[in-house]
Protein backbone atom coordinates (compact mmCIF):
# COMPACT_ATOMS: atom_id res chain seq x y z
CA UNK A 1 0.00 0.00 0.00
CA UNK A 2 1.70 3.18 -0.99
CA UNK A 3 -0.79 5.60 0.01
CA UNK A 4 0.27 8.67 2.14
CA UNK A 5 -1.33 8.48 5.16
CA UNK A 6 -4.12 11.50 6.08
CA UNK A 7 -4.43 12.87 9.63
CA UNK A 8 -7.18 14.37 11.36
CA UNK A 9 -8.00 16.73 14.71
CA UNK A 10 -7.28 15.18 18.05
CA UNK A 11 -11.12 14.22 19.03
CA UNK A 12 -13.03 15.03 21.84
CA UNK A 13 -12.88 13.77 25.00
CA UNK A 14 -15.21 11.34 26.18
CA UNK A 15 -18.12 12.37 28.49
CA UNK A 16 -17.31 12.24 32.64
CA UNK A 17 -19.22 9.29 33.82
CA UNK A 18 -18.52 5.93 35.86
CA UNK A 19 -15.88 2.98 34.64
CA UNK A 20 -13.77 0.06 35.46
CA UNK A 21 -10.18 1.55 35.31
CA UNK A 22 -9.15 -2.36 35.06
CA UNK A 23 -10.83 -4.90 32.91
CA UNK A 24 -10.39 -8.66 32.13
CA UNK A 25 -11.49 -10.02 29.31
CA UNK A 26 -12.76 -13.73 29.61
CA UNK A 27 -9.83 -15.36 27.97
CA UNK A 28 -11.60 -18.38 26.07
CA UNK A 29 -14.02 -15.98 24.51
CA UNK A 30 -11.19 -13.36 24.08
CA UNK A 31 -9.15 -15.93 22.39
CA UNK A 32 -12.15 -17.54 20.01
CA UNK A 33 -13.33 -13.44 19.21
CA UNK A 34 -9.52 -12.91 18.12
CA UNK A 35 -9.12 -15.72 15.78
CA UNK A 36 -12.40 -15.06 14.22
CA UNK A 37 -11.83 -11.35 13.69
CA UNK A 38 -7.85 -12.71 11.81
CA UNK A 39 -9.92 -15.25 9.73
CA UNK A 40 -11.56 -12.12 8.70
CA UNK A 41 -8.50 -9.67 8.02
CA UNK A 42 -6.90 -12.30 6.27
CA UNK A 43 -8.85 -13.07 3.16
CA UNK A 44 -7.01 -11.37 -0.05
CA UNK A 45 -4.72 -9.90 2.16
CA UNK A 46 -1.44 -10.03 1.51
CA UNK A 47 -0.11 -11.48 4.69
CA UNK A 48 -2.62 -13.81 4.66
CA UNK A 49 -1.07 -17.19 5.12
CA UNK A 50 0.45 -15.71 8.52
CA UNK A 51 -2.95 -14.06 9.56
CA UNK A 52 -4.78 -17.55 9.43
CA UNK A 53 -1.41 -18.98 11.40
CA UNK A 54 -1.97 -16.37 13.99
CA UNK A 55 -5.75 -17.68 14.02
CA UNK A 56 -4.81 -21.27 14.74
CA UNK A 57 -2.71 -19.89 17.69
CA UNK A 58 -5.18 -17.57 19.02
CA UNK A 59 -7.79 -21.00 18.61
CA UNK A 60 -5.18 -23.21 20.50
CA UNK A 61 -4.74 -20.90 23.35
CA UNK A 62 -8.61 -20.99 23.88
CA UNK A 63 -8.38 -24.56 23.81
CA UNK A 64 -5.37 -24.47 26.27
CA UNK A 65 -7.15 -22.36 28.18
CA UNK A 66 -10.36 -24.66 28.63
CA UNK A 67 -7.99 -27.48 29.88
CA UNK A 68 -6.10 -25.39 32.53
CA UNK A 69 -9.23 -23.69 34.02
CA UNK A 70 -9.50 -25.79 36.51
CA UNK A 71 -6.00 -25.73 37.87
CA UNK A 72 -4.83 -22.22 37.17
CA UNK A 73 -5.78 -20.62 40.52
CA UNK A 74 -3.80 -22.42 42.39
CA UNK A 75 -1.16 -22.29 39.94
CA UNK A 76 -1.35 -18.55 40.02
CA UNK A 77 -1.60 -17.93 43.78
CA UNK A 78 1.27 -20.03 44.00
CA UNK A 79 3.73 -18.19 41.57
CA UNK A 80 1.98 -14.80 40.47
CA UNK A 81 1.07 -13.15 43.76
CA UNK A 82 2.32 -9.64 45.17
CA UNK A 83 2.13 -9.12 48.50
CA UNK A 84 -1.16 -6.81 49.48
CA UNK A 85 1.38 -4.39 51.49
CA UNK A 86 3.08 -3.62 48.06
CA UNK A 87 0.20 -3.72 45.68
CA UNK A 88 -0.39 -0.35 45.60
CA UNK A 89 3.34 0.54 44.12
CA UNK A 90 3.74 -2.76 42.45
CA UNK A 91 2.24 -4.91 39.68
CA UNK A 92 -0.02 -7.91 40.66
CA UNK A 93 1.80 -10.58 38.79
CA UNK A 94 5.37 -11.38 37.76
CA UNK A 95 6.08 -12.28 34.86
CA UNK A 96 9.18 -13.01 35.39
CA UNK A 97 8.85 -15.28 38.46
CA UNK A 98 6.04 -17.19 36.05
CA UNK A 99 8.53 -17.20 33.16
CA UNK A 100 11.17 -19.21 35.88
CA UNK A 101 8.65 -21.56 37.85
CA UNK A 102 7.54 -22.91 34.23
CA UNK A 103 4.49 -24.00 34.28
CA UNK A 104 3.46 -22.52 31.30
CA UNK A 105 5.23 -25.02 29.34
CA UNK A 106 2.59 -27.39 30.03
CA UNK A 107 0.25 -25.25 27.64
CA UNK A 108 3.04 -24.84 24.99
CA UNK A 109 2.64 -28.51 24.61
CA UNK A 110 -1.41 -28.80 24.70
CA UNK A 111 -0.91 -26.07 22.11
CA UNK A 112 1.18 -27.90 20.17
CA UNK A 113 -1.35 -30.94 19.86
CA UNK A 114 -3.35 -28.82 18.59
CA UNK A 115 -1.75 -27.03 16.05
CA UNK A 116 0.99 -29.66 14.96
CA UNK A 117 -2.26 -31.95 12.59
CA UNK A 118 -3.02 -29.50 10.63
CA UNK A 119 0.19 -27.14 10.12
CA UNK A 120 1.58 -26.31 6.71
CA UNK A 121 4.45 -27.63 5.36
CA UNK A 122 6.13 -24.70 5.82
CA UNK A 123 5.63 -24.23 9.55
CA UNK A 124 5.68 -28.03 10.57
CA UNK A 125 9.75 -27.48 11.19
CA UNK A 126 9.24 -24.68 13.57
CA UNK A 127 6.56 -26.46 15.67
CA UNK A 128 8.90 -29.71 15.37
CA UNK A 129 11.47 -27.82 16.93
CA UNK A 130 9.69 -26.30 19.65
CA UNK A 131 8.15 -30.17 20.41
CA UNK A 132 11.83 -30.89 20.59
CA UNK A 133 12.89 -28.34 22.73
CA UNK A 134 14.68 -29.37 26.00
CA UNK A 135 12.58 -27.92 29.11
CA UNK A 136 15.35 -26.02 30.19
CA UNK A 137 15.67 -24.37 26.58
CA UNK A 138 12.08 -23.50 27.05
CA UNK A 139 12.15 -21.72 30.71
CA UNK A 140 15.30 -19.98 29.41
CA UNK A 141 13.30 -18.81 26.22
CA UNK A 142 10.45 -17.95 28.63
CA UNK A 143 12.60 -15.92 30.76
CA UNK A 144 14.43 -14.16 27.99
CA UNK A 145 10.87 -12.95 26.84
CA UNK A 146 9.61 -12.07 29.84
CA UNK A 147 12.66 -9.76 30.31
CA UNK A 148 12.00 -8.59 26.40
CA UNK A 149 15.35 -10.16 25.60
CA UNK A 150 13.98 -10.95 22.16
CA UNK A 151 16.86 -11.09 20.30
CA UNK A 152 17.78 -13.90 22.57
CA UNK A 153 14.98 -15.95 21.26
CA UNK A 154 14.84 -17.57 17.26
CA UNK A 155 12.10 -14.78 15.73
CA UNK A 156 10.17 -18.23 13.86
CA UNK A 157 9.60 -20.40 17.46
CA UNK A 158 9.32 -16.48 19.74
CA UNK A 159 5.21 -15.76 18.66
CA UNK A 160 4.40 -19.69 20.02
CA UNK A 161 6.70 -19.58 22.89
CA UNK A 162 4.89 -15.95 23.60
CA UNK A 163 1.36 -17.00 22.85
CA UNK A 164 1.72 -19.95 25.74
CA UNK A 165 3.39 -18.06 28.08
CA UNK A 166 0.97 -15.34 28.04
CA UNK A 167 -1.89 -17.58 28.24
CA UNK A 168 -0.58 -18.26 31.93
CA UNK A 169 0.27 -14.68 32.82
CA UNK A 170 -3.23 -14.14 32.10
CA UNK A 171 -4.68 -17.09 33.83
CA UNK A 172 -2.33 -15.74 36.79
CA UNK A 173 -3.89 -12.11 36.38
CA UNK A 174 -7.27 -13.68 36.73
CA UNK A 175 -6.96 -14.87 40.60
CA UNK A 176 -4.81 -12.48 41.82
CA UNK A 177 -6.71 -9.49 43.51
CA UNK A 178 -6.44 -6.48 41.37
CA UNK A 179 -3.93 -3.16 42.01
CA UNK A 180 -5.47 -0.40 43.88
CA UNK A 181 -6.53 2.18 41.30
CA UNK A 182 -4.08 5.01 41.08
CA UNK A 183 -4.66 8.79 39.77
CA UNK A 184 -1.85 8.21 37.56
CA UNK A 185 -2.25 6.35 34.42
CA UNK A 186 0.32 3.91 33.33
CA UNK A 187 1.50 3.57 29.99
CA UNK A 188 2.44 0.27 30.98
CA UNK A 189 -0.53 -2.45 32.32
CA UNK A 190 -0.96 -2.34 36.21
CA UNK A 191 -1.53 -5.89 36.40
CA UNK A 192 1.46 -7.17 34.61
CA UNK A 193 3.18 -4.03 33.62
CA UNK A 194 4.28 -5.37 30.45
CA UNK A 195 3.80 -2.91 27.12
CA UNK A 196 0.40 -2.75 25.25
CA UNK A 197 -0.47 -3.81 22.00
CA UNK A 198 -2.85 -0.87 21.19
CA UNK A 199 -5.82 1.10 22.34
CA UNK A 200 -9.31 -0.07 21.79
CA UNK A 201 -12.23 2.58 21.96
CA UNK A 202 -15.58 0.44 23.35
CA UNK A 203 -18.84 0.33 21.81
CA UNK A 204 -21.81 -0.70 23.68
CA UNK A 205 -21.96 -0.12 27.33
CA UNK A 206 -18.52 1.62 27.40
CA UNK A 207 -19.11 3.79 23.87
CA UNK A 208 -16.02 5.83 23.43
CA UNK A 209 -14.33 4.94 26.60
CA UNK A 210 -10.47 4.34 25.46
CA UNK A 211 -9.20 1.20 26.93
CA UNK A 212 -5.64 -0.02 26.30
CA UNK A 213 -4.73 -3.61 25.98
CA UNK A 214 -2.20 -5.62 27.93
CA UNK A 215 0.05 -7.97 25.39
CA UNK A 216 0.58 -10.30 27.91
CA UNK A 217 -1.53 -10.73 30.65
CA UNK A 218 -4.89 -9.72 28.29
CA UNK A 219 -5.51 -6.83 30.83
CA UNK A 220 -7.10 -3.88 29.84
CA UNK A 221 -6.61 -0.45 31.68
CA UNK A 222 -8.38 2.84 31.10
CA UNK A 223 -7.05 6.01 29.58
CA UNK A 224 -8.83 9.09 28.74
CA UNK A 225 -8.55 10.00 25.04
CA UNK A 226 -6.79 12.63 23.52
CA UNK A 227 -3.33 12.32 25.43
CA UNK A 228 -0.25 10.74 24.55
CA UNK A 229 -0.71 6.83 26.12
CA UNK A 230 3.16 7.72 26.83
CA UNK A 231 4.03 10.71 27.99
CA UNK A 232 0.22 12.18 28.77
CA UNK A 233 0.75 15.19 26.69
CA UNK A 234 -2.31 16.02 24.97
CA UNK A 235 -0.58 19.50 23.25
CA UNK A 236 0.76 17.76 19.93
CA UNK A 237 -0.83 14.68 19.04
CA UNK A 238 -1.43 13.79 15.01
CA UNK A 239 -3.51 10.77 14.26
CA UNK A 240 -1.95 8.65 11.26
CA UNK A 241 -4.52 6.59 8.91
CA UNK A 242 -4.97 4.90 5.49
CA UNK A 243 -7.69 5.29 2.87
CA UNK A 244 -9.90 7.49 5.15
CA UNK A 245 -9.93 9.58 8.28
CA UNK A 246 -12.67 7.38 9.70
CA UNK A 247 -10.11 4.70 9.57
CA UNK A 248 -10.78 1.64 12.07
CA UNK A 249 -6.92 1.81 12.80
CA UNK A 250 -4.96 4.90 13.47
CA UNK A 251 -1.97 5.67 14.66
CA UNK A 252 -1.29 8.18 17.55
CA UNK A 253 2.00 9.68 17.27
CA UNK A 254 2.87 12.49 19.63
CA UNK A 255 5.27 15.09 18.39
CA UNK A 256 6.03 15.65 22.12
CA UNK A 257 8.02 12.31 22.81
CA UNK A 258 7.95 11.29 19.33
CA UNK A 259 6.34 7.75 19.79
CA UNK A 260 2.86 6.69 18.68
CA UNK A 261 0.15 3.36 19.59
CA UNK A 262 -2.72 2.42 17.51
CA UNK A 263 -6.10 3.50 18.23
CA UNK A 264 -8.40 0.53 17.07
CA UNK A 265 -11.89 1.67 17.01
CA UNK A 266 -15.05 -0.77 17.91
CA UNK A 267 -17.29 2.17 17.44
CA UNK A 268 -16.26 2.15 13.71
CA UNK A 269 -15.95 -1.71 12.90
CA UNK A 270 -17.81 -3.78 16.04
CA UNK A 271 -15.53 -6.95 15.27
CA UNK A 272 -12.63 -4.93 15.59
CA UNK A 273 -9.99 -6.46 18.41
CA UNK A 274 -6.88 -5.50 19.43
CA UNK A 275 -4.13 -8.06 18.84
CA UNK A 276 -6.07 -8.89 15.43
CA UNK A 277 -6.49 -5.34 13.73
CA UNK A 278 -2.97 -4.21 14.69
CA UNK A 279 -1.71 -7.17 13.27
CA UNK A 280 -3.28 -6.75 9.92
CA UNK A 281 -2.36 -2.86 9.73
CA UNK A 282 2.16 -3.46 10.53
CA UNK A 283 1.84 -1.37 7.06
CA UNK A 284 0.54 1.44 9.26
CA UNK A 285 3.73 1.08 11.24
CA UNK A 286 6.05 1.12 8.50
CA UNK A 287 4.36 4.82 7.54
CA UNK A 288 4.43 6.05 11.36
CA UNK A 289 7.78 4.79 11.66
CA UNK A 290 8.97 6.62 8.36
CA UNK A 291 7.97 9.83 9.85
CA UNK A 292 10.17 9.40 12.79
CA UNK A 293 7.68 8.06 15.79
CA UNK A 294 8.41 4.87 17.90
CA UNK A 295 6.28 2.39 18.77
CA UNK A 296 5.47 1.98 22.24
CA UNK A 297 3.94 -0.95 22.26
CA UNK A 298 4.41 -4.73 20.66
CA UNK A 299 2.06 -7.24 19.08
CA UNK A 300 2.26 -11.15 20.18
CA UNK A 301 2.62 -12.32 16.52
CA UNK A 302 5.05 -9.26 15.67
CA UNK A 303 7.48 -9.45 18.68
CA UNK A 304 10.47 -7.16 17.81
CA UNK A 305 14.12 -8.45 17.28
CA UNK A 306 15.59 -6.38 20.28
CA UNK A 307 14.78 -5.39 23.94
CA UNK A 308 12.22 -2.58 24.08
Known amino acids: MNEVPVRRSV ?6 RHFDP ?3 PELHELYTARAARLRELAT ?3 LEAYLRL ?3 VAQAQAQAQAQAQAQAQAQAQAQATVSPESRSNAVAVDPVEIARQGTWVTHLDTMLDQLIPGASPAITPHLDALRAMS ?3 RLDAGLALAQHQFHSVSQALAPFLWAAFSLDVALAA ?7 ASSEESPSCPVCG ?5 SLIYKGTRQGLRYL ?6 SQWHMVRAKCTNCADAGNLDYLSFDSTEAVVRAESCGHCHSYLKVISQEREPNAESVADDLATLVLDDAASAEGYGRTGLNPFALPDQAL
Open 11 to 16: PSEEST
Open 22 to 24: ILL
Open 44 to 46: GHE
Open 54 to 56: AAD
Open 135 to 137: TQA
Open 174 to 180: RTVPLPV
Open 194 to 198: SAPVA
Open 213 to 218: HCSLCE
